[in-house]
């Protein structure tokens, strides 16, 4: 079984746009597809064979204010309004609808990651957590602390699945896959802690104590994981795709010009997908 896993990174995952969009143009298949945070939209979009979709979400409706805004912090308690994007946009008779009747019906096994608010456990959600016009399962994944509010599925309170999960690397493995693609959204090598999630996990202690500490611990987990990637990588068991640079894109760095870089980055850097997907 050959997997693709895309770890997301907000707007910086315009790179795992263009990765997909030459993946359909390649007309490359997957087993299994694992998405994390926007690498779970990315995957969607790839499913349901609409490409060109998520190029779409990260040039031109990220620059309208109902998708990220100070007024959004008023409206609904948070800059980003997940509810538009994977709402308004993204239901039947929204400006962008996603081919939902597609992506179910797509043979390759979907998983997307949360991690529980509450808890601190990972959540794995799949095509059964779906349902026409209930994308919460892509809320979830894609639930920015502190950027977002969380998202309900089930019974599971939950935030982004990059805090606690972001390279899932393990998971595809345990569930089967013989091989792996991994689409990071940074240049492959070690992650520093980030400034953000210092000031995250201090804004969050009292309120969010598990996910506080997970987000302490992300650089190490990630290092981890990366780490784990890499060993695969040596036994010609995963391919590990990222971007040079990442042209001055962050999480939310709206920049069309640089954006569009990286989204060309993207789709050349996926070339060399299809060979070692089709290699025995």
Excluded: W
Aim: glycine share 10%.
């Amino acid at each position: 079984m050959v997997g693709i896993i895309d770890v997301g990174g907000g707007l910086r995952d315009i790179y795992g746009a263009g990765v997909f969009d030459r993946l359909l143009d390649d007309g490359v298949k997957f087993d299994y597809c694992l998405g994390v945070s926007a690498g779970s939209a990315n995957i969607a979009s790839f499913l349901a064979k609409q490409r060109g979709r998520n190029r779409r979400f990260y040039l031109d409706y990220s620059r309208r204010k109902e998708y990220m805004s100070p007024s959004n912090l008023y409206k609904i308690g948070a800059f980003l309004n997940l509810h538009y994007i994977y709402g308004t946009l993204s239901n039947q008779g929204g400006e962008d609808p996603l081919d939902f009747k597609t992506l179910m019906e797509n043979d390759s096994e979907l998983c997307v990651v949360a991690t529980n608010a509450k808890t601190g456990r990972i959540e794995y959600f799949g095509k059964d957590d779906l349902a026409q016009d209930d994308y919460r399962v892509f809320m979830a994944s894609s639930a920015i602390p502190l950027i977002t509010r969380t998202e309900t599925v089930g019974s599971a309170v939950c935030a982004d699945g990059g805090v606690g999960d972001p390279i899932p690397i393990a998971k595809a493995f345990f569930d089967g896959c013989d091989k792996v693609v991994l689409v990071l959204t940074m240049p492959d090598g070690p992650m520093q802690r980030k400034r953000r999630d210092l000031l995250g996990a201090v804004l969050l202690r009292l309120v969010r104590p598990n996910l506080s500490n997970l987000l302490l611990e992300r650089h190490r987990i990630y290092n981890r994981q990366l780490a784990l990637a890499h060993s695969y990588e040596s036994d010609g068991k995963c391919l590990i795709i990222s971007p040079d640079d990442v042209c001055g894109i962050k999480t939310l760095t709206n920049d069309t010009a640089n954006l569009e870089r990286l989204y060309e980055k993207g789709y050349a850097d996926a070339a060399k997908i299809k060979a070692f997907v089709e290699a025995k």
